[in-house]
């Protein structure tokens, strides 16, 4: 399926992702950085001084913004921010809160596993999690019958969303993300984790970064935060590495810190739609 005019990342983006990455950079290097885009300081700004945050005074620069909340967390912010906006949702076949509760979800499990099994990509693995569905957003905007046709012949049929996708249609989301995620010119580790996430077992160079996205993307599903309500969709974690899948009792413990994360990442998700 050929995609015309895909929406383009924000420049600051990849500056953004490389001077946090560098453990040299400062927090005026970063504020250096996003002041060069208006809109997204100003987005930024008005995120951090929402309700949600509750700061008990106004944030009135970038640097005290970086100040108060710290690299990872203003990165996450930016990440979020950049991408929020892309895809229209006018006439959305997706429930868009549902959408990106899931992905934020996703992005902050995928964070935590890493950290266990290959802390130096904890932040990649969280930007995996957040892109990891795009090319649903994709078939959203661009391919709208072809999406609600899968959808339905999902829940007829009772069989995963990429299965019925390929039926429907010859390609699925997964796949396109991982194409959107090359068009992006985001690293090879990062656009297979994402083309594979739904199969990691036929990942061929980052097998361990595709086996964690792939787990998160489980373990979300099971602690009740889909990206599409499914009711027959159910995590199977015996498709997985076993020393990453781990087992039922630190999969619980892995759900249970979820659910608490997902506590501070919804002050972030009430900002993005507040209107």
Not at 147 to 169: G, H, N, Q, Y
Not at 257 to 272: F, Q, T
Request: with cysteine; charged share 25%.
């Amino acid at each position: 399926m050929e995609i015309q005019d895909l929406p383009v990342l924000p420049t600051v983006f990849h500056r953004v992702v490389h001077v946090t990455s560098d453990p040299r950079s400062s927090a005026r290097d970063l504020t250096e950085i996003i002041s060069k885009d208006p809109s997204l300081s100003a987005r930024l700004l008005r995120i951090v001084n929402s309700a949600y945050y509750g700061f008990p005074s106004k944030v009135e620069s970038l640097l005290q913004a970086i100040a108060i909340l710290g690299f990872v967390q203003v990165r996450r912010i930016i990440m979020s921010i950049s991408v929020f906006h892309l895809f229209s949702e006018k006439r959305s076949s997706l429930d868009r809160r549902l959408f990106w509760t899931h992905a934020i979800a996703v992005a902050t499990m995928a964070s935590e596993v890493a950290a266990i099994h290959s802390p130096a990509d904890k932040e990649s693995a969280y930007l995996a999690g957040l892109l990891h569905d795009f090319g649903l957003l994709v078939l959203d905007q661009y391919f709208k019958q072809e999406l609600e046709d899968a959808l339905m012949l999902c829940r007829a049929k009772r069989i995963p969303l990429v299965e019925a996708e390929m039926t429907a249609f010859g390609d699925n989301h997964a796949i396109m993300g991982g194409h959107i995620a090359k068009e992006w010119k985001f690293p090879p580790a990062l656009v297979e984790a994402i083309q594979f996430h739904h199969n990691p077992w036929e990942a061929e160079q980052n097998i361990k970064q595709t086996q964690i996205l792939a787990f998160a993307n489980m373990l979300v599903i099971e602690a009740g935060h889909p990206n599409i309500r499914l009711d027959h969709i159910k995590a199977d974690y015996s498709l997985l590495d076993p020393t990453i899948a781990g087992d039922e009792n630190s999969r619980a413990k892995l759900i249970g810190k979820l659910e608490k994360l997902m506590e501070r990442e919804s002050k972030l998700l009430n900002a993005l739609f507040a209107k």
